[in-house]
């Protein structure tokens, strides 16, 4: 998620490296590709005390109803649902307007409590701790709650029922015949006793990459740089006209600057780089092709950018670039729905992948990273999961995805729901790059599968990208504490 990191965009929690393709790319088979083969758990002992159950074991009693052809989960039609989503990039009009309205239609005798909140963990980690969690949860953001450690203490309900019942549109399909293929396997997690299971939906196609004005470019005669000799060259040209040429928000979204300097090093090294530091492996943040790529960035921040970035939060730097005081920015395509306030007209937002560093480099130009982002999933121990399974349905029926779409400009998982959709230009930027890179889509897991690595590589690369630290200090620093949270046996572990 988005996003995101921080408190504004989705913060995905997403797969793995992409597999080969075939040529005539669509977004289906992109996204087939961008998509995880799954995820791995191994659980270690005491894990996450503040999000077990309360002494009381949670919930008894659960609400369920009598199954049929319209009702295959077999939902109670009055029981009580609350949803709680991340008020981030995608906003949460898309539940309070499209998606709950679907399940009050098909369920008019419901209450449904909506809340929205920009600390998911601040605010739900109490009621985990207790035994009374929400139906449905939108787990995102900085502050999110740690999957693996919630499937640890079963606090996620298995989703196999909700993806083998018929689908909203078609009750000759599954709801998982529905979907980009990859989504199911992307939220599995193996269990304590072994077993794998689907216990996350990842719902929102995300693409990561530079973004820059089209209107500007276009007015300069600036063209996008595919090689670092013409990005540095073209960061100089836009000095010489009073702009700031890159920058990000120290204060609060680091995150952006640390996936900027990893998808470099992927696209140098392949993504095996990637893959090594999401394991854990031993000094996998100190390969050569991620010094490469720290210094490198380093020497853009050091010469391009605005040190007084480092005390500014995501929204300030981004209304920078809307006034046209700052060229290039990296984020995730939440970003234009995020900005759509503030953007001035014809502003045309436009991504590019990194430029490439060295004529060496293993990936391609194009090689951009991307995934099924923004983590959804259902309490098990809450009064009603079967509705809260049921909400999910809804989502993945056309009309959901559809709304979703129109409501916030970003396509889903589910390939019917935008269908002709004309998506807006930056998202239109994105999903062309996407098809572009044909089977060169990368990702990575680590920062959703370990907080306390995402916070460090935070901390640290402010350090680099504000001149405190130089690039071998950077890794040294991040690659202690991932050797430290692989030698801690409370830390469940992931590898891909």
């Keep these: 998620?988005?996003?995101?990191?921080?408190?504004?965009?989705?913060?995905?929690?997403?797969?793995?490296?992409?597999?080969?393709?075939?040529?005539?790319?669509?977004?289906?088979?992109?996204?087939?590709?961008?998509a995880a083969a799954g995820l791995l758990v191994t659980p270690a002992a005491g894990l996450l005390g503040a999000c077990a159950t309360g002494g009381d074991g949670g919930n008894t009693e659960q609400?369920?109803?009598?199954?049929?052809?319209?009702?295959?989960?077999?939902?109670?039609?009055?029981?009580?649902?609350?949803?709680?989503?991340?008020?981030?990039?995608y906003g949460d009009k898309y539940a309070t307007d499209v998606h709950e309205k679907l399940y009050q239609q098909a369920f008019p005798k419901a209450k449904i409590t909506h809340q929205s909140t920009q600390a998911v963990s601040t605010v739900l980690q109490p009621r985990f701790a207790s035994g009374n969690p929400p139906e449905f949860v939108n787990n995102s953001g900085e502050k999110f709650l740690d999957f693996g450690a919630l499937v640890n203490d079963g606090q996620l309900q298995d989703l196999t029922e909700?993806?083998?019942?018929?689908?909203?549109?078609?009750?000759?399909?599954?709801?998982?015949?529905?979907?980009?293929?990859?989504?199911?396997?992307?939220?599995?997690?193996?269990?304590?006793?072994?077993?794998?299971?689907?216990?996350?939906?990842?719902?929102?196609?995300?693409?990561?990459?530079?973004?820059?004005?089209?209107?500007?470019?276009?007015?300069?005669?600036?063209?996008?740089?595919?090689?670092?000799?013409?990005?540095?060259?073209?960061?100089?040209?836009?000095?010489?006209k009073g702009i700031t040429p890159f920058g990000y928000a120290g204060a609060n979204a680091a995150y952006y600057m640390w996936n900027v300097i990893l998808s470099q090093a992927a696209k140098v090294g392949g993504p095996e780089i990637l893959r090594n530091i999401d394991?854990?492996?031993?000094?996998?943040?100190?390969?050569?092709?991620?010094?490469?790529?720290?210094?490198?960035?380093?020497?853009?921040?050091?010469?391009?950018?605005?040190?007084?970035?480092?005390?500014?939060?995501?929204?300030?730097?981004q209304l920078r670039q809307n006034q046209y005081k700052l060229a290039f920015?990296?984020?995730?395509?939440?970003?234009?729905?995020?900005?759509?306030?503030?953007?001035?007209?014809g502003f045309e937002y436009q991504i590019m992948p990194m430029p490439s560093?060295?004529?060496?480099?293993?990936?391609?130009?194009?090689?951009?990273?991307?995934?099924?982002?923004?983590?959804?999933?259902?309490s098990a121990k809450s009064k009603n999961p079967r509705g809260g399974m049921e909400y999910m349905r809804q989502m993945l029926s056309k009309a959901g995805a559809r709304g979703f779409t129109e409501t916030v400009g970003a396509a889903t998982v589910v390939p019917a729901g935008s269908e002709g959709y004309q998506f807006p230009p930056g998202v239109a930027s994105s999903q062309a790059a996407l098809k572009a890179a044909g089977q060169n889509v990368f990702n990575m897991m680590f920062d959703n599968w370990y907080k306390e690595l995402d916070t460090e590589a935070r901390t640290a690369t402010n350090e680099l990208m504000f001149g405190r630290a130089s690039a071998e200090q950077w890794a040294e620093r991040i690659q202690k504490r991932a050797d430290a949270i692989k030698n801690d046996s409370s830390i469940a572990k992931f590898t891909r």
């Excluded at 504004?8 to 590709?33: H, Q």
């Excluded at 295959?72 to 990039?89: H, M, Q, R, S, T």
Aim: aromatic share 10%; proline share 8%; glycine share 8%.
């Design 279 to 317: 394991n854990l492996e031993p000094d996998a943040w100190k390969a050569d092709a991620v010094i490469q790529a720290a210094r490198a960035w380093a020497e853009i921040g050091k010469n391009f950018s605005d040190k007084s970035f480092e005390g500014l939060k995501h929204t300030d730097v």
């Design 329 to 345: 920015y990296p984020s995730g395509d939440w970003l234009e729905n995020e900005q759509k306030k503030d953007t001035p007209p």
């Design 63 to 89: 609400a369920t109803g009598e199954k049929t052809a319209q009702n295959p989960l077999g939902v109670k039609e009055d029981a009580e649902l609350e949803v709680v989503i991340f008020n981030g990039g």
């Design 1 to 34: 998620m988005s996003a995101t990191p921080d408190t504004s965009p989705a913060y995905p929690s997403t797969g793995t490296a992409a597999p080969s393709a075939a040529p005539g790319t669509t977004r289906r088979t992109v996204l087939r590709r961008a």
């Design 357 to 378: 560093l060295t004529a060496a480099d293993k990936m391609p130009h194009g090689a951009i990273r991307a995934a099924a982002g923004e983590g959804y999933f259902v």
């Design 162 to 240: 909700m993806w083998d019942a018929p689908s909203v549109d078609d009750p000759n399909k599954k709801v998982r015949d529905t979907v980009i293929p990859g989504v199911v396997e992307q939220g599995m997690f193996n269990t304590p006793d072994g077993q794998r299971k689907p216990y996350v939906l990842y719902y929102v196609s995300t693409v990561y990459g530079i973004w820059y004005s089209g209107k500007l470019f276009k007015e300069n005669g600036w063209t996008a740089p595919t090689t670092w000799e013409q990005f540095t060259a073209l960061c100089e040209q836009i000095k010489s």
